[in-house]
């Protein structure tokens, strides 16, 4: 079995109403169907972890950011038939560039919500995702 070690990234993205945006992955996918989850993704070789959420976000939401400090660091692990990589993610306080962009997910999400971290009861986490939020407001009390 391959085994092999990757940066992933993630955005903490605030609206003008101090709503964090989330997306819930497409019911299709391998890793954590159905669940929702800060957007982001993996790195590509050469890109910084910046540069690499940057694209993930135009990507999977469609919008432009600027990525701004990092604020929490976790580990998990994904398995595929015959590897499995450890993925090291970087969570990046992060802005949207124009507040008036539209959200258009790519095929690996299938919703979107706003939400403020004391209405997260309203969507499904996963146990990581769970504790990246419990590390965000563990460091920092505006969130």
Known sequence: MKQYQQVSTGALIFNNNKEALFVKRADDEDFEPGSWELPGGGSDFGETPEEALKREIKEEC???????????????????????????????????????????????????????????????????????IKDIKALNTRF
């Open 62 to 132: 469609g919008i432009d950011i600027e990525v701004l400090n990092p604020i929490a660091v976790k580990t998990y692990y994904m398995e595929n038939p015959g590897e499995k990589i450890q993925r090291v993610e970087i969570i990046f306080n992060c802005r949207m560039i124009d507040s008036t962009q539209k959200i258009t997910l790519s095929f690996e999400h299938s919703a979107f919500k706003f939400l403020p971290f004391e209405k997260l009861d309203e969507i499904e986490l996963s146990d990581y995702m769970n504790s990246i």
